[in-house]
Structures are given as structure tokens and as C-alpha cells.
């Protein structure tokens, strides 16, 4: 049964969501498995690594919570998305704060959660999300401070941290616009080359002189209905299967020779008498389109002009 729509999102921003949340998840286990490992050693300060697990445990808790919510498609999507990256940022810092081993490099998981949150987002909000983390590192950082813990000479590091939340969040932001431009593009340039098709479908249907398009090892990948009726074939061709020799033998052998626009040549078939003009295509396995004109045409056409 499909899921319910949401205005102004496609299916697949759901899916990056859903993706996204599945990373949440995995990375709340393994925070989950570092607090029970390490509990007993000096990873934490005294008294913390209960504090890290019961963190930890929580953020599992909201990530299998989010699962519900994405499957429900309910509240909408940015409102989903906002509360997921306000989540990893809030209890990320919560379990920074247990431990100055640990804040270092769990810093840089924020970094992540910024750069999903602007891919999945399709780049709103992504700054917003890159001054929260921001703001929520230095706070962090100053509240070591206080306690004790850390230097003052320390926030260069956190102010480095930071600019690179923004980086991530404007080069996120860039990507997602430049795909989405592409991904608007795209269903317009599908619908010119549609109309060009048929505009070129016509135009051979309409055409007096029969058209024919045949790659070098004289397998036909085209044939108008007026060419089949100029060269007098009944039985159907299947483009791409059949073979000129097959169903047109006496012109496969007229143009056995080298093929030029310059030179035409001529056959006589039940149905008229034709000038062959053969145009060689630049592809790769060297097409030729071949052009047949009906003589009788150009003839009763020259006597008119002559009358």
C-alpha cells in the first residue's frame, strides 16, 4: 500500500530521510556499546560514563521513535527534519560533556548530520542547522571552561570546528540547488526531445521519397512506410532485426559501393523507378540514412513545370 503524499516532497526525499535516520541509528547503537565497554575506565570523567549510557540510550530511544514517524509521514517533513538534526545536535553535546576525550571527535559527527541534513533537505535550512551546532559546540566548550577542564586557548579549535559546520552547510546547500536545477531541467528537455520526435515522425510519414536508415553491417533500424512501398516490400521489417539483403536484396548489392551523398544510384523496382542518394551519419557503427526518390514524380513534376 503506498504511503500518503506530501506536499511539495517526493517519495525519494522520504527515502533519504528514512537512510538518514537508518546512519542515526546504527551510530546510536555503537554509542551504546562505547558506554557499556568503556564503563569502567578513565574515557569518562568520575561519576560520568553512567550519564554517557543513559545519553546514549536516549538517543536510540528518539532515533527508533523518528522510524514511526517517517513511516507515518507525520508531521511534515521539514518539521521531521528539523526535529532529527536538533536531536543528534542536543544529545551529541549532552555526551560531549561527559567526556573531553570524546568531545573532539564526536564534534566532528555534527559535521555529518549538517551535510545530510542539506543533501536530504534539498539545502533549506542548512545554514540554520550549521550557526545551532555552532552555537551548541561553543556553549559546550565554554562550559568546560568554567568547570575547569579545558583552556581558554582551546577556542581556536572549536572556532576552526565551527567554520567548517558552516562550509559543510553552504557546500551542501550549493550541491543540493545545482541537483535540483538539473532535476527541474530534466523533464523539460524529455518533453522537447518528445515533441521533436514526433515533429520528426511526421515529417518522414508526409515525405514523397522514401527514407531508410542502415548501419554498416546492413541491418535496417528504420524504414518508412513510403520506402517499403517504393521498393514494393509487403512482408513486415523489424528494426534493428531485419536485414537489408533479406528484404531488399537488389538494393543491398546497388550499394555495395562506397557510400557518398555526391553519388546516386538507380533502381528499378514493380512499384517505380528509384534514384538512391546515400548520406553516411557520424555514430559510431557508421549509419547511413538512405534517401529514394521516385523518378516517375520528378518527371510528371519537370513536364508540368514545362506546361
Known amino acids: 500500500m503506498p504511503r500518503p503524499a506530501t506536499q511539495g516532497y517526493y517519495a525519494s526525499h522520504w527515502r533519504s530521510l528514512d537512510y538518514f535516520n537508518l546512519y542515526r541509528l546504527t551510530l546510536a547503537v555503537a554509542l551504546v556499546f562505547t558506554g557499556l565497554l568503556f564503563d569502567a575506565s578513565d574515557l569518562f570523567r568520575e561519576g560520568a560514563s553512567e550519564r554517557f549510557q543513559a545519553f546514549a540510550y536516549a538517543y536510540l530511544l528518539i532515533a ?7 513511516r507515518a509521514r507525520w508531521p511534515g517533513f521539514q518539521i521531521q527534519l528539523t526535529a532529527h538534526i536538533t536531536a543528534d545536535i542536543v544529545l551529541v553535546m549532552l555526551m560531549m560533556s561527559t567526556s573531553e576525550r570524546l568531545a573532539g ?3 566532528l559527527l555534527l559535521a555529518i548530520s549538517i551535510a545530510s541534513g542539506g543533501l536530504v533537505g534539498s539545502g533549506r535550512l542548512t545554514l540554520l542547522y550549521a550557526a545551532m551546532a555552532s552555537i551548541a559546540v561553543l556553549l559546550q566548550h565554554a562550559f568546560s571552561i568554567l568547570g575547569g577542564s579545558q583552556r581558554l586557548d582551546s577556542f581556536f579549535q572549536v572556532g576552526l ?3 567548517g559546520y558552516f ?8 550541491l543540493t540547488r ?3 536545477q538539473s532535476e527541474t531541467l530534466a523533464p523539460r528537455q524529455a518533453d522537447e526531445l518528445a515533441l521533436l520526435n514526433r515533429i520528426n515522425a511526421l515529417a518522414i510519414e508526409n515525405s514523397p521519397d522514401g527514407l531508410l536508415a542502415v548501419r554498416s553491417d546492413g ?15 509487403t512482408a513486415p521489417v523489424a528494426p534493428g532485426v531485419t536485414r537489408l539483403a533479406d528484404c531488399a536484396p537488389e538494393l543491398a548489392r546497388a550499394l555495395s559501393q562506397q557510400c557518398s551523398p555526391r553519388t546516386a544510384h538507380t533502381l528499378s523496382t514493380q512499384a517505380a523507378q528509384l534514384r538512391i542518394r546515400c548520406i553516411p551519419l557520424a555514430t559510431p557503427d557508421d549509419s547511413r540514412v538512405l534517401v529514394l526518390e521516385d523518378q516517375s514524380q520528378a518527371e510528371q513534376a519537370a513536364q508540368r513545370l514545362k506546361l
Open 219 to 233: 541491418v535496417v533500424r528504420h524504414a518508412s512506410p513510403r520506402a517499403l512501398a517504393l521498393l514494393g516490400i
Open 178 to 180: 545545482r541537483a535540483l
Open 64 to 70: 527508533a521513535l523518528f522510524v514511526l514517524g517517517i
Open 167 to 174: 562550509a559543510i552547510g553552504w557546500l551542501a546547500h550549493a
Open 105 to 107: 571527535g564526536m564534534g
Open 161 to 163: 570546528l565551527c567554520a
